[in-house]
């Protein structure tokens, strides 16, 4: 090194010098982190786990497990953390079922409950000490009640309580039974209301047909006409297929004031009766008031027919294939003159005006009226239904 410059020596001093100083550095910090005497007191943490291992009882080393410090009945983490015993919900729930507080200070064995955070909560199994401590012999009814009411939260019940609870329960089931048989007695009523009756033999007019008692609507017409008069008689339910007949027919031979109905003809009750009514209020006064003689007879020209309209093949129904139409063709005044319906003669003023009269007047009874100047079918006769329309519209032409 004699032979370098100054200037190379230099810089391999440096490291030496460097190295000497981190050396010092060292053995001065060692000296100022011994702990002061004021900190001698404290013991470290290492010892007091030491004395805390060594407080556990040892097994001796005869022992079948060995020298464990951890003892056979296990570790009581509890004890070593001073708190106290953790109790379940449903241990907890089990004391207040079998003993009250009594039984919380001194269990006896773990309990199974179900049902945990319900209304209904059950025991599944019992410690043999609860069950054991168990009565026998099953109580009355005034020891239920006050097992039943000795709720800790609540005070006891009162026998003259006791007494009042059981009369308030005897008038609760009376007044249960007396609604029930009321019950009973009003479903009684109601079968035996929809039973069948047995029809009234003066009422009835005519006899039942295959489709049973003739309806209250039927024997009410039939009172009607009795009263207006109207002669005629029951007949036979006519059926003639699906498109034809009548339920409940009449046949009809007179009306009121001594009126003739000839031949008779075989009608429904309603048109029996919208007819009786227009002779009785608009016919015969109109006859005694152009011929000072009233009708004597009426020549029917149809009633029940089983035909279409005009007897038209594809045509509609007519009214006739269920006795809804009467069809007129002559009016005979009680002195023998006969009225043709047919288009009188251009003198014939009196017979005119009868006949304008029936044409105005039957529109107010029935629902179809039609006559000569109608179309050529009813040229010699006038034609009375009660079509029933949607729309209540009448022809009368």
Not at 145 to 157: E, F, K, M, Y
Not at 333 to 344: Q, T
Not at 347 to 360: S, T
């Amino acid at each position: 090194m004699a032979n370098l410059p100054e200037s190379s020596r230099r810089l391999l001093r440096r490291p030496f010098a460097s190295l000497g100083l981190m050396l010092a550095l060292a053995a001065c910090s060692t000296d100022v982190l011994e702990p002061p005497e004021r900190m001698s007191g404290l013991r470290p943490v290492t010892a007091a786990r030491q004395e805390r291992v060594a407080s556990y009882p040892v097994r001796e080393a005869s022992s079948p497990e060995g020298t464990s410090p951890i003892p056979a009945s296990g570790i009581d983490i509890d004890a070593m953390v001073t708190a106290a015993p953790v109790v379940g919900l449903a241990e907890e729930q089990s004391r207040d079922i079998h003993g009250g507080p009594a039984a919380q200070s001194a269990p006896s064995g773990p309990v199974l409950v179900d049902g945990i955070g319900t209304s209904s909560v059950h025991v599944l199994s019992v410690p043999p000490r609860q069950m054991a401590a168990a009565p026998l012999s099953v109580p009355d009814d005034t020891a239920s009640v006050a097992t039943a009411g000795s709720d800790p939260d609540l005070p006891p019940l009162t026998p003259e309580r006791m007494e009042m609870e059981a009369r308030r329960k005897a008038q609760f089931l009376e007044q249960e039974q007396r609604v029930m048989m009321q019950r009973r007695d009003k479903a009684r009523e109601e079968q035996v209301a929809f039973l069948p009756r047995a029809g009234n033999p003066v009422d009835a007019l005519s006899q039942p047909d295959a489709s049973g008692q003739m309806p209250a609507s039927e024997i009410a017409c039939r009172k009607r006409l009795t009263a207006l008069g109207v002669r005629f008689t029951d007949v036979p339910r006519i059926s003639n297929g699906p498109s034809c007949g009548i339920d409940h027919p009449i046949q009809l031979s007179g009306l009121s004031g001594d009126i003739a109905v000839k031949p008779a003809v075989k009608l429904n009750c309603a048109v029996t009766e919208a007819f009786a009514l227009w002779v009785k209020n608009e016919l015969a006064p109109s006859a005694r008031y152009r011929y000072l003689s009233g009708i004597g007879t009426i020549k029917p020209l149809g009633g029940y027919s089983c035909r279409t309209m005009n007897s038209r093949r594809g045509a509609a129904m007519s009214e006739h294939a269920h006795g809804n139409a009467i069809d007129v063709g002559k009016f005979v005044l009680k002195n023998g003159k006969e009225i043709d319906v047919r288009k009188p003669g251009f003198f014939a003023f009196r017979e005119k005006g009868l006949l304008k009269a029936v044409r105005q007047d039957s529109c107010k009874y029935f629902n179809t009226v039609l006559g000569p100047g109608s179309d050529p079918f009813h040229k010699d006769h006038f034609h009375f239904d009660l079509r029933s329309r949607a729309s209540g519209y009448r022809h009368c032409d």
